[in-house]
């Protein structure tokens, strides 16, 4: 896997937790400023070190010892690394269990957070990242779900969300909450005629694809492939009227993509795990 981080967080006074690029940093600066003070973009307390080799080659990796000190969600934990250690980022990621309906219901709740925090600023930049965003409002470490009854309650596993910005090829293997801006939509048809889609996000500097496999339009929550071509179409339309400004949120595996290894797809099977301008599938369809 890739040691090789992209991103960190700058814990320097005043900075208020500004997400630092690799290549936008120089080794001075890093020496002066951030050395002990930098740690990782997905919210744990590892600290990243930053590393510029002779060819300009610059790169974050974490700081000596302090692997474990990434969270048992994060793709850069000690125990993640080489083929074997994917299997158990992997098992971590397939062992959360959560119903169609309760996924959507948290997406709702973060998209509505997500929401007022973008019309609070009137730039578009995106928010802090994963846990912080979490902190600030919505959803705890142990979340309570109450039956239909209202009585038995129930500690249900997190779900973890994260900016589109800061998604990369690390990230494969891991199941959450992509969120940002789509920049185009796609519709597209295989060899044996089967229909898939992918929504392009606007993002700077990894390519990250929300993919519909036919698994999505496949299912009871679906009323099937005509139905989800309208779904498309019309995201398509919003989108060609607001190109950039389009919120999606979605719930899935990140994925290689085929003929981009350095892009990846959050592969989305079911219609309850997506939102895209705070709608759900049916909303889009039939509104
Ligand atoms: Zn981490």
New binding site residues.
Partial sequence: MARKIMYAISNVEGDSKKKIYCENLEKNEYEAKYKGYLT?I???Q?RIKFTQRKNDIKFFSTWNKEGNL??KS?P??VDYKGKMGRKKLNAYYQSIELSEEIILRRLKRKMEGLLKQYSDEDIIDPPNGSMEVDVIGEDEVAVFEGDENGKKSECLPRIYYEDAEYISTDDIGCRKSVYGFISNVQLEEDKKKGKYAYFNLATKHSTVNIAFPEAFYSNELSSGVQEFEIYVSKVKELVQKHPNKIMVIAYGEITRKKKDKNGVNVSVISPNRILVDNKTYKQLVYR
Avoid: M, S
């Fill in positions: 990782c997905k919210g744990c590892a990434h969270e994060c850069y934990h």
